[in-house]
């Protein structure tokens, strides 16, 4: 069965500077997808970022980018220059290519934006 | 465009009482999925809709949930009878088929059992 682990809870940032959170999964398939989804307090979640397994190239969003380790199960988000309004619970999430295309989230990292 | 939306926000109910939730999907998303996330906890998936058949329910705790989308179009979640643990946000989604990889996610019904 494929898992997604978080193994950072909590996370603290200066404003303006950069912070990584980290992600691993395990599973026996090749092609798959990869999310970062970003839930704010007291609102609804969103996407930030997504990965083809099959791409090798790293995804960017603006201040948002992932590094993504096909062979070491690791999908890390990077977000740069943070801003207060990055403060959230942020979620990495697989989705298998094919079969009944259920997402599985890890337990989520608190990010903390000071000021 | 309109995004997820969910009602109730909130609810409070005793234990061994019923409850129902509502979701209505983006439209045009034929894909609708009910999350569980508990407290401290990344959301599980419950059931998955595609149209108004079931994809995927092997999570839902069948003695006691339950989950309908007859149109294929919004959905109920219910819950009969509650327990103390099922106290958590359930979160509906959809996309706009299930090969599609984003889902978009409604504001959550919140539930406390007492």
């Known amino acids: 069965a494929q898992t997604v682990t978080q193994s950072q809870p909590e996370m603290s940032v200066q404003e303006a500077e950069t912070v990584t959170l980290s992600c691993t999964y395990d599973?026996?398939?090749?092609?798959?997808?990869l999310f970062w989804y970003k839930q704010p307090p007291s609102r609804q979640m969103i996407l930030v970022i997504r990965q083809e397994a099959y791409k090798q190239q790293n995804a960017t969003e603006n201040r948002f980018s992932v590094n993504f380790q096909k062979a070491a199960k690791s999908f890390s988000l990077k977000i740069s220059d943070s801003q207060l309004g990055d403060a959230a619970m942020y979620f990495c999430a697989y989705r298998r290519h094919s079969g009944t295309y259920k997402y599985i989230f890890g337990t989520g990292t608190r990010l903390k934006v000071l000021a | 465009e309109a995004g997820v939306a969910q009602s109730p926000r909130y609810k409070i109910i005793e234990k061994r009482q019923s409850v129902a939730f509502w979701c209505n999907p983006i439209s045009g998303h034929a894909t609708l999925y009910w999350y569980q996330q508990i407290l401290g906890q990344g959301p599980k998936l419950l059931i998955q809709?595609?149209?108004?058949?079931?994809?995927?329910d092997s999570q839902l705790p069948k003695d006691r949930f339950s989950a309908e989308r007859l149109k294929g179009v919004d959905s109920t979640l219910k819950i009969q009878p509650a327990k103390l643990e099922d106290s958590a946000v359930y979160l509906c989604?959809?996309?706009?088929?299930?090969?599609?990889?984003?889902?978009?996610f409604g504001p959550g019904t919140r539930l406390l059992v007492l």
């Open positions: 809709f595609q149209n108004n058949g079931v994809v995927d």
């Open positions: 989604a959809s996309s706009l088929d299930r090969r599609r990889e984003t889902q978009y």
């Open positions: 599973t026996s398939e090749s092609d798959y997808y």
